[in-house]
């Protein structure tokens, strides 16, 4: 299994961007999906999740609201469309996934993790 993430870039304060994680080697309705993001010195940090069994969504505090996390089962790809962004968002994002389980907001409750992509959010 393999997760690719794609869609980072430089945005200004309250712009919109939309992230996409695809997973490649099974199908991503047996995963639970989560995004979690880095910036340098910091822990990471999770930020959306999706289960793989009746698709609730968890939000971290920070990004509730604006943030929303959904997928497309046809294209085996989840996305995090991320609105009203704030510097403080600025960030590398990685995708996660958990075959039949939910990894909840723990980095260790996930196996498989994608290449990170960045997101820089100007004031």
């Known amino acids: 299994v393999q997760l690719q993430a794609s869609g980072g870039g430089e945005v200004q304060a309250g712009d919109s961007l939309r992230l996409s994680c695809t997973l490649s080697?099974?199908?991503?309705?047996?995963?639970?999906v989560a995004w979690f993001r880095q910036t340098p010195g910091k822990d990471r940090e999770f930020v959306a999740a999706l289960t793989w069994a009746g698709g609730v969504t968890y939000y971290s505090d920070s990004v509730e609201g604006r943030f929303d996390i959904s997928k497309d089962s046809a294209k085996n790809t989840v996305y995090l469309q991320m609105n009203s962004l704030k510097p403080e968002d600025t960030a590398v994002y990685y995708c996660?996934?958990?075959?039949?389980?939910?990894?909840?907001?723990?980095?260790?409750?996930?196996?498989?993790w994608g290449q990170g992509t960045e997101v820089t959010v100007s004031s």
């Open positions: 080697g099974d199908t991503l309705d047996s995963y639970a």
């Open positions: 996660a996934s958990a075959l039949r389980s939910f990894g909840g907001s723990s980095e260790g409750g996930y196996r498989y």
